[in-house]
Structures are given as structure tokens and as C-alpha cells.
């Protein structure tokens, strides 16, 4: 499975950004799937995470509230809503597909993964 991120981009803080992630195929509508981000300097995290039906959902404390995850399985897409942007969401952020049908928050159990795409928060 190849995955294709997008969406990154420069925005101020308090602004809102939505990434995509495309898979190649029809292999990840039965996995759950995620997005981790990554800071200069720092490790790679967990944001959030998506069962394969859509209908469970996981989010890392410090974005409860202001992201939204979802997906469309026809579409074989996901999406992060990004809302009320804080300096400290700036990363490049990458979606990955899940070896099971529940989202987790180790990256370990990601098998798949996108390239990355860059969101910048000015403050």
C-alpha cells in the first residue's frame, strides 16, 4: 500500500488546515489508520487514529478539540480537520495505515506509511 499525504502548509495560529491521505488500494478500508507528527528535534507522536469502520476514533490530549479525524473508505482517503492551530503544531505530519482494524497510538503496529507533509503554525 502506498499512502500519499497532503494538505500541509503556512498558517498563522488560531487558523484551521485539512490533510488528506490517499492509499493506492483498497487493502487499508479494512485496517485503521492514523496520523503521527513529528518536530525538529523531536520524536515521532501520535495525533490520531481511526478504526476501519470510521466509528472509533483516537485522539493524543493535547489536539482533543481542535482536530477531527475521519475517513471515507470509497474514496480509499483520510483526512485530519485541523482547527484553532497552535506554533506548537508545527511538524511534519505523516498518515499510516494500521496492521489492525482499531486505531493505537504505537507506531510499531503501523506498517504503512505516507511521506509526510509539512504544516507550519506562525505565531
Known amino acids: 500500500v502506498q499512502l500519499q499525504a497532503s494538505g500541509g502548509g503556512l498558517v498563522q495560529a488560531g487558523g484551521s488546515l485539512r490533510l488528506s491521505c490517499t492509499a493506492s488500494r483498497r487493502t487499508a478500508s479494512n485496517n485503521a489508520m492514523g496520523w503521527f507528527r513529528q518536530a525538529p528535534g523531536k520524536e515521532r507522536e501520535f495525533v490520531a487514529g481511526i478504526g476501519w469502520r470510521g466509528s472509533t476514533t483516537r485522539y493524543t490530549d493535547s489536539v482533543k478539540g481542535r482536530f477531527t479525524i475521519s475517513r471515507d473508505n470509497t474514496k480509499n482517503t483520510m483526512y485530519l480537520q485541523m482547527n484553532s492551530l497552535e506554533p506548537g503544531d508545527t511538524a511534519v505530519y505523516y498518515c499510516?495505515?494500521?496492521?489492525?482494524?482499531?486505531?493505537?497510538?504505537?507506531?510499531?503496529?503501523?506498517?504503512?506509511w505516507g511521506q509526510g507533509t509539512q504544516v507550519t503554525v506562525s505565531s
Open positions: 499510516a495505515v494500521n496492521r489492525l482494524s482499531l486505531p493505537s497510538t504505537t507506531s510499531e503496529l503501523y506498517h504503512y
